[in-house]
């Protein structure tokens, strides 16, 4: 088990408003990613991290903003929240010595 | 651009039969292929992967068949069980390019009918 949770699970919030999605993990590993996954698009990756305070942008990544400050914790803040952000967000790691990635169980957001 | 496509947003199967999920890619860099199983409510989790110099790994019921030239992978499920029903993503990298990041399809939901 890769140790991944994220936090917090459901989320509602109002247009306009900041949010912050956290996700932690307990192994140490390099690589972070937050993907979103909407019906009809899949998963798309929003940003990832390749290390402490080195990140960098994905396919949609626009009204997005990252922080990893620690190797343990990558946070994804929605600045500003819009009701096309409603979705459901994904924290994956990426294991050293492995080609795939161990996904959180993840976090639904909804903006009303 | 989709790079990596599922053109089957579904797929019902009678228990017992097999399952064949499709995926196909543009970006001739890729030569990983992962698939993920996604429960709803869960995380996608790893089932199965093949590189490029494979045609074809099996695991279990599980097999992938990779055709290059085609570009172009299939998810065979034999026997499938209730419980294999579920979101299905295909994903690519183009390790050998040195990346890691991984290019999901738009997943196809199998349905499997006891």
Redesign the interface.
Known sequence: DAGITQSPRHKVTETGTPVTLRCHQTENHR?MYW?RQDP??????IH?SYGVKDTDKGEVSDGYSVSRSKTEDFLLTLESATSSQTSVY?C?I?VQGA????????TRLTVV | DQQVK?NS?SLSVQEGRISILNCDYTNSMFD?F?W?KKYP??????LI?ISSIKDKNEDGRFTVFLNKSAKHLSLHIVPSQPGDSAVY?C?A?A?GAGS????????TKLSVIP
């Open positions: 690589y993907y009809g698009h899949g998963l798309r990756l990832y994904f994956a990426r080609y795939g990635y161990t996904f959180g169980s993840g | 599922q947003p990983y992962l993920y409510a869960e995380g996608p989790t790893f992967s993503f994903a990298s390790l890691y990041q991984l290019t999901f399809g738009k997943g």
